[in-house]
């Protein structure tokens, strides 16, 4: 596969784009060291000093339908936690729709971009950040009471090339057996690893705030809800209290 590295680069998100609609293979993957103008979701920017995180874009031609473009996120997401329980030794979880946590303050995200025509996806772009060697002083004043990075959860230093090695084995293995079997494994971890699973939360949408218990994910991403009458419900926008 083709893994283009560079060491600075506005957005890999951009370029994997650019790649994508210029053709780039399956499996292209943009690695940068530094992003001058990380995106992340919502047009929030994303903090990406050089050498401190995983800044990367993966382009996927997956032959599938654009409404099954979010089981593709939340598969990123169980493969982020994996890696990170597995190999750098700490449990983190993930909190709907999909970003990282460890000890409750976010160290990861994803951003999913797809380009679709008549109901087929003509590709996405996935883009992973994970905060790895940070110190407190690398994350800017009014982030450190809500990010962190896997290096001050962890209190040892990673070495980004290896754990970028681990983060694609295992996203191949994850992505060919969803590929092969559906998402039902893929939900299965997610809700292992689901932040405040079997918990009451306060959720807010614009019509009514009410208290509920967060069950799980349904193939569609949405969380799936328990409401007090028993019925699950499918949530999917809304402002968590957690
Ligand atoms: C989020 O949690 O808001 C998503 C953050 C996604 C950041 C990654 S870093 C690599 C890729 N390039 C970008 O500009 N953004 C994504």
């Known amino acids: 596969k083709k893994i283009i590295h560079r060491e600075q680069v506005d957005s890999t998100q951009i370029i994997a784009n650019q ?6 293979e399956h499996g292209t993957i943009v690695i940068a060291d ?3 103008a990380g995106k992340g979701r919502m047009s929030r920017p994303w903090h990406s000093a050089k050498g401190k995180g995983i800044w990367m874009s993966i382009v996927l031609r997956p032959n599938m ?21 597995h190999y750098m030794g700490v449990r ?5 729709p999909n970003d990282i946590f460890i000890h409750g303050k976010k160290t990861a995200g994803i951003l999913t971009e ?9 590709y996405v772009v996935l883009g992973i950040g994970i905060n790895v060697n940070q110190d407190e002083h690398d994350i800017p004043p009014e982030l450190r009471s809500i990010a962190t990075s896997v290096k001050q959860e962890t209190n040892q230093e990673w070495d980004l090339r290896e754990s970028i090695q681990h983060i694609l084995s295992g996203f ?14 893929i939900k299965q971890t997610w809700e292992k690893y689901g932040y405040r699973i079997g918990e009451t939360v306060t959720v807010e949408t614009l019509q009514r705030t009410w208290q509920t218990v967060i069950v799980g994910i349904a193939e569609d991403g949405a969380l799936l809800i328990k409401e007090e009458d028993g019925n699950v419900d499918k949530l999917y926008s809304a402002e968590i209290q957690w």
């Not at 339908?65 to 329980?85: G, K, N, S, W, Y």
């Not at 797809?114 to 003509?122: G, H, K, N, S």
């Open 114 to 122: 797809m380009q679709a025509e008549q109901d087929r996806i003509q």
């Open 34 to 36: 530094e992003q001058t």
């Open 172 to 185: 191949e293995v994850s992505y060919e057996h969803y590929m092969a079997n559906g998402f039902a494994h």
């Open 19 to 24: 790649l994508a609609r210029e053709g780039a």
């Open 92 to 96: 983190p979880s993930i909190k709907w």
């Open 65 to 85: 339908m654009p409404q099954h473009a979010p089981q593709l996120t939340l598969l990123t997401a169980t493969v982020l936690a994996e890696c990170i329980d």
